[in-house]
């Protein structure tokens, strides 16, 4: 195992009587990174990381932490911590001790050098002079960060995090997710981080495994997840998107980025193959809104709409445009910023649509619909 991997699953299957809750699961996360295993409810990533933590056995595979197989080593002797969603914290001790906690069971410790270290630790996660408050003293964002210092002031090769900012607010949560990178980023420590939450994943992480029903759909970086999904499941979970089903493959383009044509309604609409499509196939059609440009007026080389709705959305406003050539009812939701030089429009409005054919990515249907992310 090379030594820049900090945690590694190899083939990794769980099985809890007849139900498979991760299936031939493997990869590799990086010394130092950020690392974020994204998926709907059941899909398995809660399973996943108490295998990491030691909660439960792999029923095949191997887990490997800074180089050791773990399989057989219990959860208070693997070199990860755990934050949990529900943070666990002693509201009748204060702050330090709450830090100290982890230090004072483990022993061979002075208690000078145990507080010294538990003061580093929350001076790392900004709360230095406030070892003396109670819990209950504290904001949900303060608590949040008294928990991640109690598990970094144990210097763990790996920090584990159940969604811990899952319970918090929406505004408190924006600001979270920004200081928990910034803390990965001057810690070093590595961080293996589980969520349902799109934006948090995309936001905070050097790689995202999206998982669905045991499996691993796709590793990669937060953009190319978005850009270029590798799957039907990726593309309808990850972001906003258009979803235009049933089509008919009229052309590919062969190459290292193949490129086709599908018939939706009549209409011609270009796209990436997100996997081997080939003439006469069905296809599904994912385009997401900001791609999608948007000029009043008709004009060639264009899809030809006409606008039903305009919804404000503070930064951007939301246009549906109803494709009036279509065969069919078809509208595309478009997302226009709020800039100088953005196109006014209004409900009634003729304008034309268009996008770079990669912009788009086409899959096979699948047999059920994808789980909606929830954000």
């Given at each position: 195992m090379s030594p820049e991997i900090d945690v590694a699953l190899v083939n990794v299957t769980k099985k809890f009587?007849?139900?498979?809750?991760?299936?031939?699961?493997?990869?590799e996360v990086p010394k130092g990174s950020f690392f974020s295993i994204l998926g709907p409810s059941g899909s398995g990533k809660t399973t996943l990381l108490r295998m990491i933590a030691g909660f439960e056995v792999p029923t095949s595979g191997d887990i490997y932490i800074g180089g050791q197989r773990v399989n057989d080593v219990p959860p208070n002797k693997r070199p990860c911590n755990m934050v949990f969603q529900r943070l666990a914290l002693f509201p009748m001790m204060n702050v330090l001790d709450n830090v100290t906690f982890g230090l004072r069971r483990r022993g061979g410790m002075s208690k000078a050098e145990m507080e010294r270290r538990a003061k580093d630790a929350l001076a790392r996660v900004g709360l230095q002079g406030l070892e003396k408050r109670k819990i209950h003293q504290l904001s949900g964002g303060q608590q949040q960060?008294?928990?991640?210092?109690?598990?970094?002031?144990?210097?763990?090769?790996?920090?584990?995090?159940?969604?811990?900012?899952?319970?918090?607010?929406?505004?408190?949560?924006?600001?979270?997710?920004?200081?928990?990178?910034?803390?990965?980023?001057?810690?070093?420590?590595?961080?293996?981080?589980?969520?349902?939450?799109?934006?948090?994943?995309?936001?905070?992480?050097?790689?995202?495994?999206?998982?669905?029903r045991g499996k691993i759909e796709q590793i990669a970086p937060p953009e190319e997840l978005y850009r270029r999904p590798a799957t039907h499941f990726v593309a309808?979970?990850?972001?906003?998107?258009?979803?235009?089903?049933?089509?008919?493959?009229?052309?590919?383009?062969?190459?290292?980025?193949?490129?086709?044509?599908?018939?939706?309604?009549?209409?011609?609409?270009?796209g990436r193959a997100g996997e081997d499509l080939a003439v006469g196939d069905t296809a599904d059609l994912f385009i997401r809104p900001e791609m999608i440009s948007l000029r009043p007026g008709k004009h060639e080389n264009g899809l030809l709409g006409k606008v039903s709705e305009v919804n404000f959305d503070g930064s951007h406003s939301l246009v549906v445009v109803d494709l009036v050539e279509a065969q069919r009812p078809l509208s595309l939701n478009v997302k226009i910023q709020h800039t100088e030089d953005a196109p006014e429009v209004q409900p009634g409005d003729v304008v034309t649509l268009s996008w770079r054919w990669d912009a788009a990515n086409a899959f096979h249907p699948v047999a059920q619909p994808s789980t909606e992310a929830e954000v």
């Open positions: 009587g007849n139900l498979v809750a991760v299936d031939n699961v493997s990869f960060r008294v928990a991640l210092a109690r598990s970094l002031v144990l210097e763990p090769t790996v920090l584990l995090l159940d969604e811990p900012l899952g319970s918090l607010d929406l505004k408190l949560r924006q600001s979270m997710k920004l200081e928990l990178k910034h803390l990965q980023a001057r810690t070093g420590t590595t961080f293996v981080y589980i969520t349902h939450d799109q934006t948090i994943a995309l936001a905070m992480s050097d790689t995202v495994a999206v998982i669905n309808s979970f990850v972001g906003e998107n258009n979803k235009l089903t049933g089509g008919r493959v009229l052309a590919v383009r062969p190459g290292p980025d193949p490129q086709v044509e599908v018939d939706f309604a009549g209409l011609r609409m270009a």
